[in-house]
């Protein structure tokens, strides 16, 4: 159980959700893309840590499905070897991983073929009799998003989707590439699901720390006395990073870090630090609160854009002692391209809470370091040097510091010190972990509703309009910096600036 479901429903006593013992419905995991790098990298691993830590059913299957002609035993070599490379614990008794591989099947499948649907539902029903499954079916889409439309109907066609017990689909971003095939992919995906049945994966809302965020403010009434327009100056989300666009240029070329990031993990991040929760809330208060939120955000017009947006792109620099070449020099980026690798934005959020509070957030590629931030500045009585403020670091750290002013002993001057904590356990669970079990429960609470996720559309696509229509320019940042110049603009205007 996450532990905001767990603050909820046990009075906030803040226990980790791996502390929690749950019995989970029996299932078949069927995987969508399993000879995939998301496979490899995330989904194993995740699946393989819940099932040694007792987090998983106690009988289940996963049916492996991809383009590749593979024998089940190859494909649970694969298995093995992305946990020994990629998962966060392991353990040297070989009996585990033998009882966790043998779940695993793998079939070569044509997701556009209906006839290897209708075969993968003989298999399905088989295990499911064999083993006493009762029809509960976790489709997992870890595919091209291309591919979406014919599974989900498919699924629907062939029968897969009839099932007794329950069905229930996780599906990863980009969820459309425009507000108009976004609503599309919706429309076709509820032909087959309903809006309950949908887990949209954003990793970010699988992030300990923000998933920690709204504890945060229940279990520190002081914090939350603190959370409104009375005494917060502004916010300010940061998401930058050191690496390119790496081996992604086919797709991040077209996507840009509008899409890549600030359609969806950005903005998620936005209302996870401003939503504002009644006691003892259910998934649905909270979807609830998130989507009011979204509609309370301030859209913008696109002559408007250019003043409250800024998008770069990164030239050569060097990160860490490395040269690093620019963006139009990466393999498979076009020579001219206009795509943005960095962008900050000023939101406003016009509601009673907010209004009048700015938020900043940024994020971009080739950054000077790896740091996921959320800064929360209080406002200054005028006298202090430095106004409080809390940062709550969510990557690669965990940690969360207080700024408040304090006399110097020997001088008598008032300066700044930071009051901090880190979390240094070493096997704090990951993103995937935590999402995995919650969609296994089928608790909704970090998944992006499609309400959400429309919305956060609707604020984006002024935006790529405006781009698109070039009504802002491109700026240019060398790589191993914190981006344009300009950025700094949009803060330092409102008299602040970047933490
Ligand atoms: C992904 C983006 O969703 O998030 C990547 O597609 C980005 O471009 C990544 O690098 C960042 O995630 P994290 O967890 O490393 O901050």
Redo the contacts with the bound molecule.
Sequence with gaps: MSSLAFSRKNNHKGLSHLDLPTQLDPMTFILFGASGDLAKRKIFPALYNLFINEKFPKTFRVIGLGRSEMSTSTFQKHVIESIKKFSRESRNDNVDIKDFLQAFSYISFDAKKSSDYISLLDTVKDLEARLGIPENRMFYLSVAPELINDISSNIKNSGLGHTKGWKRLIIE?PFGYTLDSARQLNEQLTKSFLEHEIFRID??LG?PMVQNLEALKFANPIIRALWNNQHVANIQIT?S?T?GVEE?AGY?DQAGAVR??LQ??LLQLLMMTTMNLPENSTPEVIKFEKIRIMESLRLLEKEEVKSHVIRGQYLSGEIAGERVIGYRDEPGVETLSHNDTFIAARIWIDNEVWKGVPFYIRTG?RMKE?C?KIVIEFKNNGSLQLPNCMVISI?PTESISLKLNMKNPFNGVIEPVKVNYYNNQQTVPE?YELLLFDALKGDSTFFAHWREVELSWQWVQTVLEAFEENKAPLYFYQSGTVGPIESNYLVEDDGFKWW
């Design positions: 971003k990793h970010y992030k998401a990073e690496v992604r991040y890549d990031m969806n993990h590629k790896k996921t990557n993103a």
